[in-house]
Structure formats: C-alpha cells, structure tokens
C-alpha cells in the first residue's frame, strides 16, 4: 500500500476497490406535509398530518453505501435484514437506484423493515414533528442469525474493505448480533466499525466514534473517556473520535494525532455526516494504510455533506473543488 497518496490519486483508485457495509441497513422517508390542511379528523377530532410527497433514501448502513458509491467506489453491496413488507421494497429499488447491490440482504417476514420516516414542514422547511420509527421489538431469531452469519462469512473475504454500521441504540432488535462480531473479528481486511451503544464489545477492527459514543463506551468498561484504553480494551489497531468542527482524534500504539477539520459556521444539516466521513476514511485507510491520512479524508467529505439537506453525499468534482 502507499503511504502518500493525493486526493486526486485517491479518487483515481476508488473505483478499482470494493466495499461491503453490514449491519442496520433502514429506509429513509422524507415526508413533506402541509400544515394548512391539518384539519382534525371527523371520527376522531385529531389533527391530521397530511402528507404531500414522499422520497425514499437508504438510510443507516445505507447512508454510508450511499457515499460510497456517490465517490466512486467500484463495488459497493450491503448485508443486513428487511422485512417483507412495503418498506423493504422501496429500500431495494433506492439501493439499486444508487447502483448498490442488495443481493446480501436477507428477507424475513416475521420482521419490519427498519426505517425513519421523517415529517419536514413544506412551508419553513424545517423537521418540527417527532419522527415516526418501524423497529425491532425483539432479537433475531436463532436461525435468522446464523443465515446472516454464514452469508456475511461467505462473502466478506470478497471485499476491499468492510464497514460496519451498528446504529441499533436499545437493548433488543441488533442486526450486528454477537455471533456476528465474533465473524466480524476473523476478516483479514480493512474493516471498519461504527458503533452507538456497543464499540467496547467489538475486537481488533478499526473503531470509529464520537465523543459522546466514546464516553458512554468507556463508562461502560470503567475508564473516563479514555480513547487510548478502549484501544487496548477492544485490541484496536485504530481509534478514530471524531470532533464535529474541531475535527478528528486517531489512536494508535504510536500515540494520538490530530486530523483539523475545515470549519463549517452554517452547516445545511449535520444529519448523517458520521456516515459520510466512514465511507471516505474506510476508502482511503483501504488505500493508504494511514488512518491520519484516512481522517482527514474524511473530514473533508464530512464538510461537503453537511452543506446539503439530508444525508448527503459528497461527489470527487465536489471534492477536487473544495479539497
């Protein structure tokens, strides 16, 4: 691998690498409604939310698939679970739309298809109603998780890099299940993981959090947001922490540095930069083997994205601009 490669260079060997991202793979639904037309119901005098257009984007695991084919990564596939239902329709047709394979995902009827459906206000724009969530109120089923342990150890070993999406923040209903860490420990690739609730349970991949992910892990093992002790709790050859403006911190057995990010004073939406700075880091650690490197690269494909609406994505034009 070479130690120095140029943004330029990179973008040049995105699409001769492979990327499969696992984990909690959902439905983005951007619901715009019309507050206007909220007359209350004549059966039950509630206050109508009426809905005026729809767009599906793919959300969690994903946003980072997103990415990853918006850079121009060659191949780019995602594992995890849908439903057989309305939702896990409109989440393959939006993968396959962004050229993602979705052949890895698994159907199981039994289960909803994970997915945000998100209200914004026609008028000012703005999400200002809760959002309406389909979740996971129980584990996988036995059987369910070994399928989707054996598919994920069928095909890992095909990719470039891997990068994990563990987004599941409750106690039940994780795609990324135990037995499936323990394979996720045996890839002898990149493998890069993003974890809200769980980092500390995972071993020897590359750990990606922020500061507030990464105190509530230390807590967890009896440290005080100590990146470096988590490190060697999970025997991680990288910790990455990412800053929100100020950047990033990457940890290794070498000590920390520091990757500045560009600072953003008006950001659009901060919704789904992590995403956005996985796939650009996971890329370009895959190609350099430099997570310093890798951090800055994802910072700036984070300041691209959180100057759009949504999860956006950040383009090479977009980046060779602003790089």
Same mark, same amino acid.
């Given at each position: 691998?070479?130690?120095?490669?140029?943004? $330029?260079?990179?973008?040049g060997a995105?699409?001769?690498l492979?990327? %499969?991202?696992?984990?909690?793979v959902?439905?983005?639904? /951007?619901?715009?409604? $019309?507050?206007?037309?909220a007359? !209350?119901?004549?059966e039950?005098?509630?206050?109508r939310i009426?809905?005026t257009?729809v767009?599906?984007? +793919?959300?969690?695991?994903?946003?980072? =698939?997103?990415?990853?084919? &918006?850079l121009?990564?060659g191949?780019?596939? #995602?594992?995890?679970?849908?439903? =057989?239902?309305?939702?896990?329709?409109?989440?393959?047709?939006?993968?396959?739309?962004r050229?993602?394979?979705?052949?890895?995902?698994?159907?199981?009827?039994?289960? %909803?298809?994970?997915?945000?459906?998100?209200?914004?206000?026609?008028?000012s724009?703005?999400?200002? %109603?809760?959002?309406?969530?389909?979740?996971?109120?129980?584990?996988?089923?036995?059987?369910v998780e070994?399928q989707?342990?054996?598919?994920?150890?069928?095909?890992?070993?095909?990719?470039?890099?891997?990068?994990?999406s563990d987004? &599941?923040?409750?106690?039940?209903?994780?795609?990324?299940? +135990?037995? %499936?860490?323990?394979?996720?420990?045996?890839?002898?690739?990149t493998? /890069?993981?993003?974890?809200?609730?769980?980092? $500390?349970?995972?071993?020897?991949v #590359?750990?990606?959090?922020?500061?507030?992910?990464l105190?509530?892990?230390?807590?967890?093992?009896?440290?005080?947001?100590? @990146?470096?002790?988590?490190?060697?709790h999970?025997?991680? +050859?990288?910790?990455?922490?990412?800053?929100?403006?100020?950047g =990033?911190?990457?940890?290794?057995?070498?000590?920390?540095?520091a990757?500045?990010?560009?600072?953003?004073?008006? !950001?659009v939406?901060i919704?789904?930069?992590?995403?956005s700075?996985?796939?650009? @880091? &996971?890329?370009?650690?895959?190609?350099?083997?430099? +997570?310093?490197? &890798?951090?800055?690269?994802?910072?700036?494909? @984070?300041s691209?994205?959180?100057?759009?609406?949504?999860t956006g994505?950040?383009?090479?034009?977009?980046?060779?601009?602003?790089?």
């Open positions: 691998m070479l130690e120095y490669m140029t943004v $330029e260079e990179a973008l995105f699409p001769r492979s990327a %499969l991202v696992a984990g909690d959902c439905l983005d639904r /951007w619901c715009a409604y $019309e507050p206007d037309f007359q !209350p119901s004549r039950t005098g509630i206050p009426a809905v257009s767009e599906c984007t +793919p959300g969690a695991a994903g946003t980072v =698939a997103s990415n990853l084919a &918006a121009g990564c191949r780019v596939a #995602v594992l995890g679970i849908v439903g =057989a239902d309305g939702h896990g329709h409109e989440l393959r047709r939006a993968l396959r739309a050229g993602i394979e979705d052949g890895a995902l698994l159907t199981v009827p039994r289960l %909803l298809t994970f997915t945000y459906t998100k209200l914004i206000n026609r008028n724009g703005a999400e200002d %109603l809760p959002r309406v969530d389909f979740i996971r109120d129980r584990d996988l089923p036995d059987e070994a989707l342990v054996e598919r994920f150890t069928d095909i890992a070993g095909d990719f470039d890099v891997v990068i994990v987004q &599941a923040e409750v106690a039940v209903g994780a795609t990324v299940t +135990p037995a %499936l860490r323990k394979a996720i420990s045996r890839v002898r690739k493998v /890069w993981v993003d974890s809200r609730a769980r980092a $500390e349970h995972f071993r020897g #590359v750990l990606k959090l922020n500061e507030q992910e105190e509530e892990a230390c807590a967890r093992i009896g440290h005080g947001k100590d @990146a470096e002790a988590l490190r060697r999970t025997q991680s +050859p990288v910790v990455v922490v990412t800053r929100g403006g100020e =990033a911190s990457v940890y290794t057995d070498r000590g920390v540095a990757a500045p990010a560009r600072r953003i004073e008006h !950001p939406d919704c789904g930069a992590g995403d700075f996985n796939a650009g @880091a &996971a890329l370009m650690l895959a190609l350099t083997g430099d +997570p310093l490197a &890798a951090a800055h690269f994802g910072n700036l494909v @984070a691209i994205t959180v100057m759009k609406p949504g994505t950040a383009t090479p034009a977009e980046i060779l601009t602003h790089g």
